[in-house]
């Protein structure tokens, strides 16, 4: 293997390059051991949360009927006055469970349960 320092060739030993690949592969893990640590804490809710969610479908269930569907806006005022929470529910939704924009109250309900 030849490696560029200072902008010559220089051959590496196959020692040499083995110790720079684990260095890279341990740095690459902390990374993204690191990056998985900052996604996952964005893509926790509360329980307050939760259990407003669970509410907010029982009590849309119970009107509308087992079919009814909901968006996360659902479980939010018509004003952002919340967007802490706001946030960490369209997270839930969008980026860790991928759902689509309308999902059954029935589905919601279950899957919040579920993480209770």
């Not at 010559?8 to 902390?30: E, I």
């Not at 269930?61 to 087992?66: M, S, V």
Request: with cysteine.
């Amino acid at each position: 293997m030849i490696k560029m320092v200072s902008g010559k060739r220089c051959p590496v030993s196959g020692v040499r390059q083995n110790a720079d690949n684990q260095d890279f592969n341990f740095v690459q893990a902390l990374l993204s051991e690191q990056a998985l640590k900052e996604t996952e804490k964005y893509l926790i809710m509360t329980k307050k949360i939760k259990e407003k969610i669970i509410q907010t479908c029982t009590k849309k269930i119970d009107q509308k009927g087992e079919n009814v569907g909901l968006s996360f806006y659902a479980f939010f005022a018509n004003k952002n006055d919340n967007p802490k929470e706001l946030m960490e529910v369209a997270e839930w939704w969008i980026k860790k469970h991928e759902l689509n924009h309308f999902e059954k109250a029935v589905k919601i309900r279950a899957m919040v349960k579920k993480e209770l």
